[in-house]
């Protein structure tokens, strides 16, 4: 089972940037099709972005497509999430997940078998 640990996250004010790490240990991570989801205050937790285990297949949510950017460097064990143009509304706790052998296509939390402890990112108009 691979562990996973996020960073990078923080305030920012709208408009700006943040790229957010998530760090794997413990298993094979080129097996692991990797995902960020987010939970904002009094929401249930919701997908943002899964990248496939080679790196060459995305998919977005609608809300963020054209301004996060989901990438991994397997050499490195560790998928990232870069954020452009925030809005308010992207404020959240910001969790990484992983399945073994999954779908990009894996939108709904339950699918993903391993999480990280989360990070606050918090944008401010």
């Known amino acids: 089972q691979v562990q996973l640990v996020e960073s990078g996250g923080g305030s920012v004010q709208a408009g700006g940037s943040l790229r957010l790490s998530c760090a794997a240990s413990?298993?094979?991570?080129?097996?692991?099709?990797m995902g960020w989801f987010r939970r904002a205050p009094g929401k249930d937790r919701e997908f943002v972005a899964s990248?496939?285990?080679?790196?060459?297949?995305?998919y977005y949510d609608d809300s963020v497509k054209g301004r996060f950017t989901i990438s991994r460097d397997n050499a490195k064990n560790t998928v990232y999430l870069q954020m452009n143009s925030l809005k308010p509304e992207d404020t959240a706790v910001y969790y990484c997940?992983?399945?073994?052998?999954?779908?990009?296509?894996?939108?709904?939390?339950?699918?993903?078998?391993?999480w990280g402890q989360g990070t606050q990112v918090t944008v401010s108009s």
């Open positions: 990248i496939s285990r080679s790196g060459t297949l995305t």
């Open positions: 413990g298993g094979t991570f080129s097996t692991y099709t």
């Open positions: 997940a992983g399945v073994a052998y999954g779908s990009t296509r894996y939108t709904t939390p339950d699918l993903y078998k391993n």
